[in-house]
């Protein structure tokens, strides 16, 4: 069973950086992507940021230029460093770990959240 533990999460002015860390433990296989989504109060989870195992990122747009996700594949921990941040990127972050093994086999696991406020 994998287990995905984030941190980094907390409260910070409008302007300010932060980073998020995310671990993964446990027996990861096949090819994967890490990820981060977040959850506004009464909206949907949306992508925010995800790196293949390769290194291939992809960004929602509202964070294009901000946000820069990153992924040691040693220690399996994908980062999310956060700057010039602003009150709607207020949310609680999930790390998010996809992966495909075998014929059609594939996995999806989900970190518990870490809720980042950002005020005006």
């Known amino acids: 069973q994998v287990q995905l533990v984030e941190s980094g999460g907390g409260l910070v002015q409008a302007g300010g950086s932060l980073r998020l860390s995310c671990a993964a433990s446990?027996?990861?296989?096949?090819?994967?992507?890490m990820g981060w989504y977040r959850q506004a109060p009464g909206k949907q989870r949306e992508l925010v940021a995800g790196?293949?195992?390769?290194?291939?990122?992809n960004y929602a747009d509202s964070v294009k230029g901000r946000f820069t996700i990153s992924r040691d594949n040693a220690k399996n921990t994908v980062y999310l460093q956060m700057n010039s941040l602003k009150p709607e990127d207020t949310a609680v972050y999930y790390c998010?770990?996809?992966?495909?093994?075998?014929?059609?086999?594939?996995?999806?696991?989900w970190g518990l959240g870490t809720q980042v406020t950002v005020s005006s």
């Open positions: 790196i293949t195992s390769g290194g291939s990122t």
């Open positions: 998010n770990l996809h992966g495909f093994y075998g014929t059609n086999g594939q996995y999806d696991y």
């Open positions: 446990g027996r990861i296989i096949g090819i994967n992507t």
